[in-house]
């Protein structure tokens, strides 16, 4: 592995066609809107989202959902498979008797899993009775890699149709009778064009063994954002990654920040919906614009 030397800033465009891309469970699974009408996704959303994508590239991820599990991974939370990780199961046994920290366990972490290295994580440990008076009940681990929401260019129209299930879940006295489970709404966001911004430093990507494969990895996924994505709210071909755009600093530190970097994207459609990308360049620092797949 080839430790991660620049900073690196990117950006994701994206479309919605007809599709959900996020709802909102405090607003009937609607798309999440701001309040001046732009559509969002949710930085978590994002993030679940690489995760698979990895997942699908065979990475080991260690925050899998329980419909996106690894194959032959049968742990249902994040305790139960840390806890039969058979390299970290050993670091707390050597921890117990003083022969390694917790600093070691989050390294072997680091080492394991994809995310943790990238995202970060945060590992509890129970406080046991050696360790009365102390706060050390867990670590943290700050990953390199952060991305922002992602908010649409200009108000989106989100469309609500009422649907019918064309079966009773239970059968009731009058099993011809439609049951009011039946009824049900369904939401989608017509068209937008959706942009996020993220980044990745080096400081943190040297302790948690972040690499420069690792990048390149995540620039990959990012332009097959929402291969094998497709749900009932995001049919085949509503969502589609436009442009990634990757912005590789000559520096650790970078010769811009990143708000300034982010400022040089420019997103604009035409009346047919068709994306226009265009990029300002910096003085010594030239984008690398990439189709989506």
């Excluded at 996020?22 to 996704?41: A, I």
């Excluded at 065979?58 to 305790?79: A, C, H």
């Excluded at 129209?157 to 009011?180: F, M, R």
């Excluded at 063994?209 to 929402?226: I, M, P, Q, T, Y």
């Amino acid at each position: 592995m080839t430790a991660l030397k620049n900073k690196i800033d990117f950006a994701l465009v994206f479309t919605v066609r007809n599709a959900n891309p996020n709802g909102d469970p405090l607003d009937g699974n609607r798309p999440r809107t701001t309040y001046k009408g732009l559509g969002e996704v949710s930085d978590v959303c994002l993030k679940r989202k690489i995760r698979n994508r990895l997942l699908d590239e065979g990475y080991n991820i260690f925050v899998q959902s329980d419909d996106r599990r690894r194959e032959g991974d049968m742990f249902r939370s994040l305790k139960d498979r840390a806890d039969h990780e058979p390299a970290l199961a050993e670091c707390i046994k050597q921890i117990k008797a003083g022969e390694k920290t917790r600093e070691d366990y989050a390294r072997l972490a680091c080492e394991i899993w994809y995310d943790v290295r990238a995202f970060g994580q945060v590992f509890a440990f129970k406080k046991g009775k050696e360790e009365e008076g102390s706060d050390a009940v867990s670590i943290g681990i700050r990953g390199p890699v952060s991305i922002q929401p992602a908010f649409s260019i200009e108000p989106v129209n989100i469309t609500s149709s009422q649907i019918t299930k064309s079966v009773n879940l239970e059968t009731g006295a009058d099993p011809d009778k439609k049951g009011p489970d039946t009824m049900g709404m369904k939401h989608r966001v017509d068209f937008g064009i959706y942009v996020t911004y993220g980044a990745i430093n080096v400081q943190p990507a040297e302790k948690t063994g972040f690499s420069e494969e690792d990048a390149e990895a995540l620039k990959e996924v990012l332009r097959s954002l929402f291969k094998n994505d497709e749900t009932s709210a995001r049919p085949a071909g509503s969502m589609e990654v436009e442009k990634v755009i990757w912005w590789k600093h000559n520096c650790p530190t970078g010769q811009y920040s990143s708000a300034k970097v982010h400022r040089t994207l420019q997103v604009s459609s035409d009346e047919q919906g068709n994306v226009k990308v265009s990029t300002v360049d910096l003085d010594g620092l030239v984008p690398e614009v990439l189709d989506g797949e």
